[in-house]
Nanobody, 121 residues
């Protein structure tokens, strides 16, 4: 069974740092784009950062210069390094990835279960 498992969330003071990890497991032939999204209470889920299979990245304006997305293709893992955290970064963070099960399969989109990030002022 293919799944994405996130870790690294928690409670941190404003100005602090956290590193999120998301590992894909199961029968995986390849992984296309990977990304992080977040959803704060009462708000819609929004894109935080994405990274393509060749390492190109894109960020939401609100996190540029503070967050860094990276991936380790050998470990099927994507990371989100979050620095200079602000209370408005508080949300549930979700991992997203396009996973290919075999050479002849299309890419399917998977989501992680979410990890809570809380930034206190």
């Amino acid at each position: 069974q293919v799944q994405l498992v996130e870790s690294g969330g928690g409670l941190v003071q404003a100005g602090g740092s956290l590193r999120l990890s998301c590992a894909a497991s199961g029968s995986i032939f390849s992984i296309n784009g990977m990304g992080w999204y977040r959803q704060a209470p009462g708000k819609q889920r929004e894109l935080v950062a994405v990274i393509t299979s060749d390492g190109s990245t894109n960020y939401a304006d609100s996190v540029k210069g503070r967050f860094t997305i990276s991936r380790d293709n050998a470990k099927n893992t994507v990371y989100l390094q979050m620095n200079s955290l602000k209370p408005e970064d508080t949300a549930v963070y979700y991992c997203n990835a396009g996973l290919v099960g075999s050479r002849w399969s299309p890419s399917y989109e998977f989501w992680g279960q979410g990890t809570q990030v809380t930034v206190s002022s």
